[in-house]
Nanobody, 127 residues
Framework: VQLVESGGGLVQAGGSLRLSCAAS????????MGWFRQAPGKEREFVAT????????DYADSAKGRFTISRDNAKNTLYLQMNNLKPEDTAVYYC?????????????????????WGQGTQVTVSS
């Protein structure tokens, strides 16, 4: 599975961005997908995920109500719509894919459970 992110950039607090992750090698509807982020000096953290079978989604508390994960099966592309961005959202954002469906949050929110990663896209939110 190859993953290529795009859509990052510089935005003012309160603004919006939509990240994209183009996948090849597998159909998105057959694999669990997730978004993670990593700020300087911090560990990579879970942002959102979408399950393969039924497109069930889940979010980190920091993302709930502001971010939306979705996929376009026809384009084989994953998205992360980010609204009301805050300076603390500044990070490199990665999309990731896992061969396992995982039904427990402790599993699908762990970066170590994902086998495939994109190169990341920088998101910078100015105050």
């Amino acid at each position: 599975v190859q993953l290529v992110e795009s859509g990052g950039g510089l935005v003012q607090a309160g603004g919006s961005l939509r990240l994209s992750c183009a996948a090849s090698g597998r159909t998105l509807s057959t694999i669990r997908m997730g978004w993670f982020r990593q700020a300087p000096g911090k560990e990579r953290e879970f942002v959102a995920t979408i399950r393969s079978s039924d497109a069930n989604t889940d979010y980190a508390d920091s993302a709930k109500g502001r971010f939306t994960i979705s996929r376009d099966n026809a384009k084989n592309t994953l998205y992360l719509q980010m609204n009301n961005l805050k300076p603390e959202d500044t990070a490199v954002y990665y999309c990731a894919a896992s061969e396992n469906a995982y039904y427990f949050r402790s599993y699908y929110s762990a970066a170590s459970r994902y086998e495939y990663w994109g190169q990341g896209t920088q998101v910078t939110v100015s105050s």
